[in-house]
C-alpha cells in the first residue's frame, strides 16, 4: 500500500492593512554647484517649490521651449544644506517607526554625480543618513540589547530565540572557530579600495528616540548586498574560492517568506552591538562595490546598494532576567536604505563595452520602477485592477511589500543644478513630481501585551544593585532593606518499618526524633515571640517619630505661610515686567517683519529687472535667429528667381535667333538663290547656339525633337502654301532619323495612336478624320508608343474669335538607345466659320493662320507636350519612358 502524501501547508494570510494611506513623501535636495558647472538651471522658490529653466544648451531650448517650469515637494533643501537637517527632517522618524515596530524604506534617486551616495555614507566629520541611523538607533537601545546569540536568524526572514545559556555555549564555540579559522581561502575584494581615512575619528550624532520600551530586550541585525545587471549580490559574504576555474560569486535568489514578504535567499546577516561595529561591516561591504570612473563622475555607482537594519524585539519574563521562550513574541522591524545607480546618456558617458552594458541595465531598472509608480497611481486614481509589473526587475521585485503597504516610504531625489544637467534632471523632477501622487497603507506600531507586570526590569536591576552592595567591604547594612529570611527546614523523619512485633529500637527512635522535633519547635516558638516584641517595640518607635514630624511639620508651615506673601509679591513684580518684555518683544517683531517685507520688495525687484532683461536677451537672440533664417531664405528665393529669368531670356533669345534663322532659309528659298559658300559660312557665324541642355538618360529622343521641329515647320509650310520645293540646303543638328513618306500613303496598313487631351471638344463638322486602326488615348504611356503613326489632336482660338482644331501627325520609330521617338511630319487644320463673320476665303485664312503660327513659333508648345522619348537599358526586360519637356515662353 502507498503511503498518502501530506498536502502543502497553508501560508499565513496576509496581515490587514490599514484603511488610512499616506503618500509617499519625496524631498528634494540641490547638490553644491561647482565652480566649473557653469549656468545655474535650477532655483529654490520656497521651501516646497524649485523652478527649472531651460540654459541655452539645452534641448528645449534649442526646440524653442523657453517655459519655466516649477516642481512642488515635501521639502526642498537648499545647496547649504548640512547632513544633520537632512537627517532630523527625513530619517529620524524612519528610526523613531524602527525601535516602535514599524517598517521603512529610504532610497536615493537622480542622475550620475548629483550627490546621491554622498547624501547616505557623507563623510567622517559629517556622516551621511545611514551612519546617523546607526548613531541614533544604538543610542535608544544601547543599555537594553540581550547579549549576543540570543536571537538567531532561521534561514527563512524569521529569528528563533534560544535562552542565555544556549547563547553562550554558541559564542565560545565562535570564539574557538575565530582562534583556529579554516585554511580554506576566502573571495578576494573588489579592485576599488574605497577611500577611507583612517586617521580621522568619524562624530557621532548624539540624538535619540524616546518611548522605548524598557521590558523588551533588543537585537541588531545588518546586511549589505547589491544588484548588478539586474542580479543580487552579497557584499558580506566569505565564499570559498575555486583557485582552478576562478568562479565569480554566485548570485542570490528573492523567494516569499509565509507572511507574503520578500527577501533574499542566503543573504549574510551580521549581528552588531554598536555603532562603530555596524559601520565597520559597512565599509567592508563597500570596499566590494561595483565603482568604475566614467567621464561625468570619478567614482560612479554601477550597482544598486541596499543596507538593511533589521531591530529584533522581545519581551522580558517575568523576573526580569531573560526572554520569553516564544517564539510568536518576537517583533522583527527593517530600514532598507537604497543608494540607486544614477541614470545616464551613453552620449555624453561615452560607455562602451562593460559600462555600456551596466548603464543599460542600470536605466532599465530604474525604468520598471518608473512602470510600477505609473501604475500604482493609475490603479489609485481610476479603481483599475492592472497588474503592476514588479517582477520584471530585481529592485522592484524586492521593496513590493513597501508599496503594498508594509512601511513607510521616502524619497529623497538629488539634483546637480549645473546647465549641463538639464535635460535628464526635467525628467527626474517630472517622475518625482507624479510619485508624490501614490498612496501607500500607513504601517501599524506592535504592542506587546503579555500580561507582565512593567517595569520588571528596572525592579531586577535595584535588586542585583543591592546584593552586590551587600557584598561589599565598608557598607553598612543597616542602610539597606532587609533580605527576605530563609524559609525554616524541619529534618526527614527516620525510617519507621518495623521488622517485626518485638522490634523496640524503631520505637525507641521514633520517641527520639518526636522529642527533637518538641524542642525545635519551641525554640522556634520562642525566637518567634522575641521577634514580635521587636516588630511591637519598632512600631512604638515609628510612631513617636511620626509625631515629632508632624510638630516639625506644622512648625514648617509657619514659616511657608510667611514666604508666599513674598512669593506672591515677587510674583507681581514677575508679571510686570514680562507685560514690559512683552510688549518690547511685539515691537522688535513688528520692525523685523518691516525689515522682511523690504528686503522681499528689494528681491522682488531684483527678480523682476533680472527677468526683464533675461527676456530682453532671449528676445535679441530670437529676433537673430529669425533674421538669420529670413536672410538666407531670401537669398535662396532670389538666386532661385535669377536663375529662372535667366534660363527665360535665353530661351526666349533662342527661340528668336531660331525664327531669324528659318526665316533667312525661307528668304532665300523664294528668290531662288542658291546659297553659295559665303553666304552658308555666314548663316553658319550668324547662326545662335542654343542654349545648354539639361542631362537626360533620353539624348536621342531630345535630338528627334529638334529634327522634329525641323521636320514639321518645313511640312506645314508645304502643306499651307503652294509655292515650289526649296532648293537643298545645308542644316545641322538633325537626328538620324527615317525619311518622311508621301501624305497619300495609304493608312489602312497602319497602326494609330490617337492622343486626345480631355479637355478636347467633338467638332460638328462634316468631314471628320477617318482612322481604321487606331488607340485613343488621354494621357501617354510607354506601352502607346509600340505603333506605326502618331497623331496629336490640338484646339485653340484664332484671330477671329473662332474654335481651331490641329491634327499634328508623325512617325514612331526607334531610336538608336532602344527607345521609341516620334518625328512630326504634317499639320491638318479643322476650322469652322460663320457665314457673315469674315470677309476672306477659308483657304486664306487657314494660310494666314498657318503663317502667323509658322512665325509666332506656337507650335512649340504643342511639340513640347508631345516630346516623348523611350530609351532602353541593358539588363531591363522592357524600355524606360524619359519626359523632355523644355519650358518654352512666348513672346
Known amino acids: 500500500m502507498k503511503p498518502m502524501r501530506g498536502k502543502t501547508p497553508k501560508k499565513t494570510p496576509r496581515k490587514p492593512q490599514n484603511n488610512v494611506k499616506d503618500p509617499v513623501e519625496v524631498y528634494c535636495r540641490l547638490r553644491p554647484k561647482d565652480e566649473d558647472d557653469g549656468e545655474n538651471c535650477i532655483e529654490v522658490i520656497n521651501s516646497n517649490t524649485v523652478q527649472l529653466s531651460p540654459p541655452q544648451c539645452s534641448i528645449a531650448y534649442k526646440s524653442g521651449n523657453y517655459k519655466e517650469i516649477q516642481y512642488k515637494y515635501k521639502f526642498v533643501f537648499a545647496e547649504d544644506t548640512s547632513q544633520k537637517a537632512l537627517f532630523d527632517h ?22 550620475t554625480g548629483s550627490g546621491k551616495t554622498h547624501t547616505v555614507t557623507g563623510s567622517p566629520q559629517d556622516g551621511g543618513l545611514l551612519p546617523r541611523c546607526l548613531d541614533v538607533l544604538f543610542n535608544s537601545i544601547s543599555s537594553l540589547q540581550a547579549k549576543k546569540y540570543v536571537f538567531k536568524p532561521d534561514k527563512m526572514n524569521g529569528f528563533e530565540v534560544q535562552t542565555e545559556a544556549d547563547a553562550m555555549v554558541e559564542r565560545q564555540k565562535r570564539e574557538l572557530l575565530a582562534m583556529n579559522p579554516p585554511s580554506t581561502p576566502s573571495t578576494p575584494k573588489s579592485r576599488h579600495r574605497f577611500r577611507e581615512d583612517v586617521n580621522v575619528a568619524r562624530v557621532r550624532d548624539t540624538t535619540s528616540v524616546d518611548n522605548v520600551e524598557e521590558d523588551n530586550n533588543y537585537a541588531v541585525f545588518v546586511s549589505y548586498v547589491e544588484i548588478y545587471n539586474n542580479y543580487v549580490y552579497d557584499l558580506l559574504e566569505d565564499t570559498p574560492l575555486d583557485n582552478i576555474n576562478q568562479r565569480p560569486p554566485q548570485s542570490k535568489i528573492l523567494r516569499e517568506d509565509n507572511c507574503h514578504n ?22 567592508r561591504g563597500q570596499k566590494r562595490r561595483r565603482v568604475a570612473n566614467t567621464q561625468l563622475n570619478r567614482e560612479s555607482s554601477r550597482s544598486h546598494s541596499v543596507f538593511n537594519i533589521r531591530l529584533i524585539q522581545a519581551p522580558l519574563d517575568s523576573l526580569g532576567e531573560e526572554v520569553v521562550q516564544d517564539k510568536e513574541q518576537i517583533c522583527v522591524s527593517q530600514l532598507s536604505l537604497v543608494d540607486l545607480a544614477g541614470s545616464e546618456r551613453t552620449n555624453r558617458t561615452k560607455n562602451s563595452g562593460d559600462r555600456l552594458r551596466e548603464a543599460g541595465n542600470i536605466n532599465a531598472s530604474l525604468m520598471t520602477l518608473r512602470n510600477c509608480i505609473e501604475t500604482l497611481r493609475e490603479n489609485q486614481l481610476n479603481s483599475a485592477d492592472k497588474m503592476v509589473p514588479y517582477r520584471d526587475s530585481k529592485l522592484t521585485h524586492l521593496f513590493k511589500n513597501y508599496f503594498d503597504g508594509e512601511g513607510k516610504v521616502r524619497m529623497v531625489v538629488c539634483v546637480n543644478p549645473a546647465a549641463v544637467d538639464y535635460d535628464e534632471n526635467l525628467h527626474v523632477m517630472k517622475f518625482a513630481e507624479v510619485t508624490q501622487e501614490v498612496q501607500v497603507a500607513r504601517p501599524t506600531g506592535v504592542r506587546f501585551d503579555v500580561g507582565l507586570t512593567p517595569g520588571r526590569r528596572r525592579a531586577n536591576q535595584m535588586y542585583k544593585e543591592a546584593l552586590s552592595k551587600i557584598h561589599q567591604d565598608g557598607i553598612d547594612s543597616t542602610e539597606l532593606p532587609p533580605l527576605p529570611p530563609l524559609p525554616f527546614t524541619w529534618p526527614e523523619f527516620p525510617v519507621l518499618q518495623l521488622a517485626d512485633a518485638s522490634d523496640d529500637t524503631t520505637l525507641r527512635n521514633l520517641m527520639t526524633f518526636l522529642s527533637e522535633q518538641l524542642a525545635r519547635r519551641n525554640t522556634v516558638l520562642d525566637d518567634l515571640s522575641r521577634k514580635q516584641a521587636s516588630f511591637r517595640q519598632m512600631l512604638v518607635e515609628f510612631e513617636r517619630e511620626h509625631e515629632d514630624l508632624k510638630l516639625r511639620n506644622a512648625e514648617l508651615e509657619s514659616r511657608l505661610g510667611g514666604k508666599d506673601k513674598d512669593v506672591l509679591r515677587m510674583e507681581k513684580k514677575l508679571k510686570n515686567l514680562e507685560a514690559t518684555n512683552a510688549m518690547l518683544h511685539r515691537q522688535t517683531q513688528l520692525y523685523e517683519q518691516d525689515l522682511r517685507d523690504l528686503k522681499n520688495q528689494v528681491d522682488k525687484k531684483d527678480k523682476d529687472m533680472q527677468k526683464v532683461k533675461e527676456e530682453k536677451r532671449k528676445m535679441q537672440l530670437a529676433m537673430k535667429g529669425i533674421m538669420g533664417v529670413e536672410k538666407d531664405r531670401w537669398e535662396k528665393e532670389c538666386a532661385k528667381r535669377v536663375k529662372a529669368t535667366q534660363i527665360e531670356m535665353q530661351n526666349k533669345i533662342w527661340v528668336k535667333d531660331e525664327k531669324l534663322r528659318q526665316l533667312k532659309e525661307i528668304v532665300c528659298n523664294k528668290d531662288g538663290v542658291p546659297i553659295t559658300s559665303e553666304s552658308e559660312s555666314e548663316v553658319d557665324t550668324k547662326k545662335p547656339k542654343p542654349p545648354p541642355k539639361p542631362y537626360t538618360r533620353g539624348r536621342a529622343a531630345a535630338h528627334a525633337n529638334q529634327g522634329n521641329r525641323t521636320n514639321a515647320s518645313n511640312a506645314n509650310s508645304k502643306y499651307r502654301s503652294k509655292s515650289p520645293p526649296p532648293v537643298p540646303t545645308r542644316t545641322h543638328n538633325h537626328p538620324p532619323v527615317r525619311l518622311r513618306h508621301r501624305r497619300s500613303k495609304s493608312t489602312n496598313a497602319d497602326t494609330w ?129 524619359v519626359h523632355t519637356n523644355p519650358k518654352r515662353l512666348k513672346n
Open 90 to 111: 527625513v530619517a529620524f522618524p524612519l528610526v523613531n517607526d524602527l525601535i516602535h515596530g514599524k517598517n521603512g524604506l529610504l532610497f536615493t534617486y537622480g542622475v
Open 753 to 881: 495612336v490617337d492622343h486626345k487631351p480631355v479637355s478636347t471638344l467633338e467638332t460638328e463638322t462634316v468631314l471628320q478624320p477617318a482612322i481604321k486602326k487606331k488607340k485613343t488615348v488621354a494621357v501617354m504611356n510607354k506601352k502607346d508608343l509600340k505603333a506605326d503613326k502618331y497623331i496629336l489632336t490640338h484646339q485653340e482660338e484664332d484671330s477671329q474669335g473662332e474654335m481651331e482644331t490641329q491634327l499634328i501627325k508623325g512617325d514612331v520609330f526607334t531610336t538608336r538607345g532602344g527607345g521609341h521617338a516620334v518625328q512630326f511630319t504634317d499639320i491638318e487644320m479643322l476650322t469652322q466659320e460663320s457665314p457673315t463673320s469674315g470677309h476672306k476665303r477659308k483657304s486664306l485664312q487657314s494660310v494666314a493662320a498657318a503663317e502667323h503660327e509658322s512665325e509666332s513659333g506656337e507650335w512649340t508648345d504643342v511639340e513640347t507636350r508631345c516630346a516623348v522619348g523611350i530609351e532602353g537599358r541593358p539588363g531591363q526586360a522592357e524600355p524606360s519612358l
Open 262 to 283: 520578500m527577501y533574499i535567499s542566503g543573504c549574510a546577516e551580521v549581528e552588531v552591538k554598536s555603532t562603530e561595529e555596524a559601520y565597520d561591516v559597512f565599509l
